[in-house]
């Protein structure tokens, strides 16, 4: 694994053990956190495949283009990092409205389940989870 995959990953593991942390004491943050998490994760796939992004759009874009469109990954995986990506947004930039809790638990199961597909893509270079 190249060392910036392994930066990735590690920073997607510690991004996931923080959103599962603030879950109960700050559900915004906990969405942020497991958003990040997924991205990362993500990230690190791609840059293992030699592919990077500059912008959150254009990562969000390749997981349906280069992931679920082939088939490589179930259409809800997909769906999954899409609803992470706006509930993100919600969480950091949502002014008056907030990330309630049950939804902050819903965005850390399913940033664990976009880490377990990249762990299960390459699971010599993607462990720890």
Known sequence: MNQEAADL???ALRAHTTAARLVDEDPDA???RAYYAA???VSALFTMQGKTFRKHSAVEAAVHRLLVKPGTWPAELGTAFSWL???RRTGDYGGGIHVAQS???EAVDKAS???QAVHEANPESFSGI
């Open 9 to 11: 990953w590690a920073r």
């Open 30 to 32: 906990a969405a942020s």
């Open 39 to 41: 991205f990362y994760a």
């Open 85 to 87: 990506a706006r509930l």
């Open 103 to 105: 939804e902050a638990r």
């Open 113 to 115: 389940r976009l880490l």
